[in-house]
């Protein structure tokens, strides 16, 4: 039994991945690849939070 689907757990993991790795080497990376990083951490927060929306709505009992 999986508790999420295989795309939930990536969004879920990849900014708690990424964000280390911007942490501790944030200063050695190139500006573009800091700012694509960055910039994927935020889109997977937002498709994290959608999730959560969605999932506390069917808890909630709507559709």
Same mark, same amino acid.
């Given at each position: 039994?999986?508790i ?8 879920? $993991?990849?900014?708690?991945? $990424?964000?280390?790795? &911007?942490?501790s ?13 960055a910039?994927?951490? &935020? ?5 994290? &939070? ?14």
């Amino acid at each position: 039994m999986r508790i999420l689907p295989r795309k939930e757990t990536f969004y879920f $993991v990849y900014p708690l991945v $990424v964000g280390q790795l &911007i942490i501790s080497a944030g200063q050695t990376m190139p500006g573009l690849l800091l700012l694509g990083l960055a910039a994927s951490v &935020i889109v997977c927060l937002i498709l994290d &939070i959608k999730f959560l929306v969605v999932q506390f709505k069917k808890l909630m009992g709507g559709k």
